[in-house]
Nanobody, 122 residues
Framework: QVQLQESGPGLVKPSQTLSLTCTVS??????????WSWIRQPPGKGLEWMGI???????YYSPSLKSRTFISRDTLRNQFSLQLMSVTPEDTAIYYC??????????????WGQGIQVTVSS
């Protein structure tokens, strides 16, 4: 059974870099069957897709966030990470790491972490 768990600081100051890690258990992140993504939900708003990385090192980002977002992975620890640079209070949100089938964007996001609240404030 796959499990995803987000970790990282709950409070980040404006202009700093937000760094989160997702630890995956039950399946290797190197498998070609799945891709690994980050999705966030600002308070009072809907889900916002941020980016995704597959086993072939291809990474795709939301156009609105592409200039300051980076998704990486650590295969030894079976983790993937999010870095969001130059944060503002508008980046305050619950951040989720999520698994999706690797075959295409129409596939469901079928396994979610519990989410981590990140607040951007001085």
């Amino acid at each position: 059974q796959v499990q995803l768990q987000e970790s990282g600081p709950g409070l980040v100051k404006p202009s700093q870099t937000l760094s989160l890690t997702c630890t995956v258990s039950g399946v290797s992140i190197t498998t070609s069957d799945y891709a690994w993504s980050w999705i966030r939900q600002p308070p009072g708003k809907g889900l916002e897709w941020m980016g995704i990385r597959n086993s072939n090192y291809n990474t795709y980002y939301s156009p609105s966030l592409k200039s300051r977002t980076f998704i990486s992975r650590d295969t030894l620890r079976n983790q993937f990470s999010l870095q969001l640079m130059s944060v503002t209070p508008e980046d305050t949100a619950i951040y989720y790491c999520v698994r999706r089938g690797a075959g295409g964007s129409w596939l469901p996001y079928d396994s979610w972490g519990q989410g981590i609240q990140v607040t951007v404030s001085s």
